[in-house]
């Protein structure tokens, strides 16, 4: 009697599936998480075991998309991953740290105890092809976002690559590097970032990966109530403090090193965006009204909310939909949505409200 039996889903014999139970498993399971990843400046969605690239309205890879952070770690990530990089190979990380202190759990055998003594993490121990120092084991910052347009899609951890993080060039610009953009934000008197729709697009003045982000605008009160309970949820917590790591995007491998003063601009920050802010915030304040004289837009972003469709799709809502009333509270904030919103209405897209 043979016990050839065709391999797939339903076809283990009785023997073999009752001979080991699952502690005995030496098969690691295969763990998927919800992820907005990017390889070659694409904005890529993976969900369910699916991988979808972020469109606009005419099916092109969305050069824009706005989301809305969820929460974040304050604290940059590690990871490190052997050999150069492969598109679509997505590739586990060598070894990987959530908090920059010690290994994830999930590495089986870790490069070193602690990030600290690690040799991947010395200063050297990776020369760019542009000649310059940098890490073996590249950082990088953790956030959970949603789309701006479908507040209650399923939260995707993002990695932000290292060369996102700071750059001095950025502050006075509109366009902003994260710490950069932080600043402003808390400049501005906010204090979580679920208050402000964020836009976020790819610097093509640089070869490699390299984010620059601007708020768009003010949440709604309706948002906000959906928001409020997001933001802190065991979901978004598992998603960025799990093990779990999200799909390998091509960031890092030939970026040069990012800028590691970083300390001196939370300090500069203020004094400089201060005066920028007000000479953005003429033109939305007389653009402002027009949006909000109409009073037909103002329910949309609800609706939109709810019957949006899933990836691969539009997640649009009216552009001039979300004037919402906190304007009065700070003016810098206040001014760069109402910036971004009419450059961008040709390109709505999946991402892009």
């Given amino acids: 009697m043979s ?6 889903q339903g076809n283990v014999p009785a023997y073999v599936s009752s001979f080991f139970t699952d502690d005995d498993s030496n098969i690691a399971a295969k763990m998927t998480i919800p992820a907005l990843s990017f390889r070659g400046k694409v904005w890529r969605i993976v969900l369910d075991d699916k991988e979808d690239v972020v469109t606009d309205r005419e099916g092109n890879p969305a050069p824009t998309i706005k989301v809305v952070i969820l929460d974040q770690i304050k604290k940059n ?3 490190f991953y052997e050999g150069q990089y492969v598109a679509g190979e997505n590739k586990p990380p060598r070894c990987s740290s959530v908090d920059s202190v010690t290994p994830d759990a999930s590495i089986a055998e870790p490069i070193a105890s602690a990030c600290a003594s690690c040799p991947n993490a010395v200063k050297g121990s990776k020369i760019t092809p542009q000649g310059k120092p940098t890490t073996l084991c590249s950082t990088n910052k953790r956030v959970a976002i949603v789309p701006a347009a479908k507040l209650d899609f399923p939260a995707l951890l993002a990695r932000l690559p290292q060369t996102s993080n700071w750059d001095k060039n950025t502050e006075k610009s509109e366009w902003k590097a994260w710490a950069q953009y932080m600043d402003f934000l808390r400049a501005s008197g906010v204090t979580n970032t679920v208050q402000v729709v964020t836009s976020i697009k790819f610097d ?3 070869e490699y990966p390299k984010l620059l982000f601007k708020a768009d605008r003010w949440t709604t009160p309706e948002e906000l109530q959906v928001l409020s309970q997001r933001w802190k949820s065991a979901e978004v917590r598992d998603l960025l403090f799990g093990n779990q790591t ?4 091509d960031d890092g ?9 970083q300390v001196p601009a939370p300090q500069a920050a203020p004094a400089q965006q201060a005066p920028a802010a007000p000479s953005r915030a003429r033109k939305p304040r007389e653009a402002a009204p027009a949006q909000q004289a109409a009073p037909a837009p103002q329910p949309t972003p609800a609706p939109a909310q709810q019957a949006a469709p899933a990836t691969g799709a539009l997640w649009d809502e009216e552009p001039a939909a979300p004037a919402p009333a906190p304007q009065a509270a700070p003016a810098p904030a206040a001014a760069a949505p109402a910036t971004s919103n009419a450059g961008l209405s040709s390109l709505l897209g999946s991402w892009d409200d």
Avoid at 3 to 8: A, H, L, Q, R
């Fill in 77 to 79: 990530s590690r990871a």
């Fill in 3 to 8: 016990n050839i039996i065709p391999f797939g």
């Fill in 246 to 249: 999200p799909p390998e995007t």
């Fill in 204 to 206: 093509h003045s640089v």
């Fill in 253 to 261: 491998y030939d970026a040069p090193e990012a800028p590691a003063a």
